[in-house]
């Protein structure tokens, strides 16, 4: 079974003997030959050259044996041809913040196939690097998070910014969501003709929502683009980091993969959400410990998994730059080497 087969075997919830992984963030500052390359480039520049981008998402394949490669970008680029100043340093700073209402009709709507296009390079190119048997996947961040950066929420610190505009202004900010949905389905729909087999949803800030509140404020605009990628038969997954308060909710949703974060046990996942295809969850933080801790947590969530039909590894969040590749070479090596027994 090549790369590409097992992940869409378990993507269809099909039951196989080994577990494909990848990791978010998984081309980033952890590796020494990321930082290596990056020498010569700004995070801005590495996005935006499609063989350089093509490169680093290369890496965590063919130095890691990683199982899918996601495509080098960033959720927040969609927001520069919206007419705003985004740089990285290495977080995103963005300017200005949407702070009044009135800022909203300088928005320029715009053709994300036209200026976003270089995403839809780096895919190409990263097809013809890594060759048909390895699966590509693409992503956008969901409205309801690029929206909280816009808002200047850069941390839980700062994400009242982002709810205070939302009540004080709710016909605006509904408008800007809407705009961000529309150009999400666009941008995704280009990612996935360029070469994208699947294509991940990241909504790291909807877990400080109530229920409520992500029915208001995500769950809609969600389901618009999970509703037009279905159409096309896309595969789509979506991850939430604080997915606990809304397991109910999600089985609504017209998705392949869920991507679970750390917090909620796989057990508890796997109860709400079957038949679904579910991703995770192992504690980013885990892979600061010793290799043996490694090789526990990763059978032991690999252990609680052996049952379920449609299942792939990964980290409960982004990988961490202060990360040993030791560690995650031997994270690799744990989920390679087991072999599923659902007897057993
Ligand atoms: O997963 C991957 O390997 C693909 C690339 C990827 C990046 N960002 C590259 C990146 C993906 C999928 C993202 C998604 C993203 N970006 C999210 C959603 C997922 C999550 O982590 O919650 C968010 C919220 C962002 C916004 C963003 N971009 C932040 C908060 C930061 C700073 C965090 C950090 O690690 O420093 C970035 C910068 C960024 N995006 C880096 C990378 C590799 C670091 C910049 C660098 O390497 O110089």
Redesign the pocket.
């Known amino acids: 079974m090549t790369k590409k087969e097992l992940f869409m075997a378990n993507v269809r919830g099909e039951y196989t003997d080994h577990t494909p992984i990848w990791?978010?963030?998984?081309?980033?500052?952890y590796l020494p030959e990321?930082r290596e390359f990056?020498k010569n480039y700004s995070?801005e520049q590495l996005c935006r050259t499609p063989r350089a981008a093509a490169e680093v998402?290369a890496q965590?394949i063919e130095i890691l044996d990683l199982d899918a490669a996601?495509?080098?970008?960033?959720?927040?680029l969609i927001l520069e041809p919206l007419g705003i100043n985004l740089r990285?340093d290495?977080?995103?700073i963005i300017s200005p913040h949407l702070e009044k209402p009135e800022q909203i009709a300088s928005y320029s709507a715009f053709d994300p196939a036209d200026k976003l296009q270089f995403v839809g390079d780096a895919i190409a190119e990263t097809r013809k690097r890594l060759g048909d048997d390895i699966p590509i996947l693409g992503?956008c961040?969901a409205p309801f998070?690029v929206f909280c950066?816009l808002c200047g929420t850069?941390g839980a610190r700062d994400f009242f910014k982002t709810i205070r505009f939302l009540s004080n202004h709710p016909a605006e900010g509904k408008k800007v969501l809407s705009i961000l949905t529309d150009l999400s389905i666009k941008y995704l729909k280009m990612q996935i003709s360029a070469g994208a087999d699947a294509v991940?949803i990241?909504d790291?800030?909807a877990g400080e929502l109530s229920a409520d509140e992500f029915s208001e404020w995500s769950l809609p605009y969600l389901g618009k683009i999970l509703s037009a990628l279905a159409k096309e038969n896309a595969i789509t997954s979506l991850?939430i980091?604080g997915l606990h308060q809304f397991l109910d909710i999600i089985p609504s949703l017209n998705l392949d993969i869920v991507s679970v974060d750390w917090k909620v046990p796989m057990s508890v996942a796997s109860h709400s959400l079957s038949p679904m295809t579910l991703q995770g969850n192992l504690n980013p933080l885990t892979l600061l410990g010793p290799e043996e801790l490694v090789v526990n947590k990763t059978r032991q969530l690999l252990d609680e998994m052996k049952r379920y039909n449609g299942y792939i590894f990964n980290l409960g969040?982004?990988i961490l730059?202060e990360t040993p590749v030791s560690n995650v070479k031997t994270l690799v090596k744990t989920v390679h080497e087991y072999k599923r027994n659902r007897d057993a």
């Not at 990791?23 to 500052?29: D, K, L, N, P, Y």
Request: glycine letters at 10%; a positive charge; charged letters at 15%.
């Open positions: 990791i978010m963030r998984q081309a980033g500052r990321y990056k995070f998402t965590p996601i495509i080098f970008s960033d959720i927040l990285f290495p977080g995103p992503f961040g998070t950066y850069r991940q990241f790291t800030w991850y980091k969040h982004g730059p």
